[in-house]
């Protein structure tokens, strides 16, 4: 089945530099790949999510990037604000739906002051 | 418009004791999910429901945890009996078919 392996897992960033987690997965039919925040004690929450069909998706703060021969894709977000700070978990689908979502394992992301 | 709803939001119970989770999916979401969150760790599919069929169970340790969505709409996920490595947060989400899913708050199951 699918892998996906996440970097780093945790990750400390001063407010308004920028902030990059990276994923790899196994199977290269995987063509959906989201990207979750999660706060302390609440639910994840879809931010940005790209399909293998696009290399790069942005919104706003918020970039994904996807490399298919290599099989890794990226988020960035740029000007971080303590409010980014939360765990962060990509995830891949072979179905191209949210049906099928392997995750990776997260990134503790802690924007200081 | 109301989120997933899921309760209890913390369980505590004995090992070997039996225990049963809620889930209230988004009005007219067909898909519904049930993870596993284990701490430090990224959700994992238990169970998948379209409508009230249960369409991937792959991961769901059928020995001891049991599903069922009547009606296609509420959701309950059961263990009996529970053991001390079920402790974990059990997350609910809902989709309509294919699109984003919705997470729940989950259930936070300490297993003493």
Redesign the interface.
């Given at each position: 089945g699918e892998n996906?392996e996440?970097h780093p897992s945790t990750l400390s960033v001063q407010e308004g530099d920028s902030a990059v987690i990276k994923c790899t997965y196994s199977d290269s039919a995987s063509n959906y790949f989201?990207w979750?925040k999660q706060e302390l004690?609440?639910?994840?929450?879809?931010i940005i999510?790209i399909r293998s069909n696009v290399g790069e998706k942005k919104d706003q703060r918020i970039a994904v990037t996807l490399n298919k021969t290599a099989k890794h894709f990226s988020l960035h977000i740029t000007e971080t604000q303590p409010e980014d700070s939360a765990v962060y978990?990509c995830?891949a689908s072979i179905?191209?739906?949210?049906?099928?979502?392997t995750?990776?394992?997260?990134t503790r992301l802690q924007v200081t002051l | 418009e109301a989120g997933v709803v899921q309760s209890p939001r913390y369980k505590i119970i004995e090992k070997k004791q039996p225990v049963a989770f809620w889930c209230n999916p988004i009005s007219g979401h067909n898909t519904l999910y049930w993870y596993l969150q284990n701490l430090g760790q990224g959700p994992e599919l238990l169970i998948r429901y379209e409508n009230e069929e249960a369409v991937d169970d792959s991961q769901l340790p059928k020995d001891r945890f049991s599903a069922e969505r009547l009606k296609g709409v509420d959701s309950t996920l059961k263990i009996q009996p529970a053991e001390l490595g079920d402790s974990a947060v059990y997350l609910c989400a809902s989709s309509f078919g294919a699109a984003e899913a919705f997470f729940g708050q989950g259930t936070r199951l300490t297993v003493v």
């Open positions: 996906v996440q989201p979750y004690g609440k639910r994840p929450q879809l999510d978990f995830a179905t191209g739906t949210a049906s099928k979502l995750f990776g394992t997260g | -």
